[in-house]
């Protein structure tokens, strides 16, 4: 049974960090890319990273490059979001999710060619 679960996340103060986790059980990470995504209500679920297992390439939106950092550790089947100088904007709930790296070249950025998703943890940054 594929399991993604997320951890990490709570409030934090704008500037702040934190680093979340996605540990993954029930297959082996290697067949699959995996991305962050972020969600606030009423709004689409928004793609924030991905890493293109092909070429170890990696996607950041725009709002948060320079700020976060995607990364794995195979060992652990674990996949990170490491989130530094954090803003009010980026207060949303953070996904991780897997796609299928041998449907494509470069990650996607679309939730919807995602796989599997893990539960969800809140990030809240204010004051």
């Known amino acids: 049974q594929v399991q993604l679960v997320e951890s990490g996340g709570g409030p934090v103060q704008p500037g702040g960090s934190l680093r979340l986790s996605c540990v993954t059980s029930?297959?082996?990470?290697?067949?699959?890319?995996y991305g962050w995504f972020r969600q606030v209500p009423g709004k689409e679920r928004e793609g924030v990273s991905c890493?293109?297992?092909?070429?170890?390439?990696?996607y950041y939106a725009d709002s948060v490059k320079g700020r976060f950092t995607i990364s794995r550790d195979s060992a652990k089947n674990t996949v990170y979001l490491q989130m530094n100088s954090l803003e009010p904007e980026d207060t949303a709930v953070y996904y991780c999710?897997?796609?299928?790296?041998?449907?494509?070249?470069?990650?996607?950025?679309?939730?919807?060619?995602?796989?599997?998703w893990g539960q969800g943890t809140q990030v809240t940054v204010s004051s």
């Open positions: 999710a897997l796609y299928l790296r041998a449907f494509f070249a470069k990650c996607p950025t679309r939730w919807n060619e995602y796989r599997y």
């Open positions: 029930g297959f082996t990470l290697d067949l699959y890319g």
């Open positions: 890493f293109s297992s092909r070429d170890s390439s990696t």
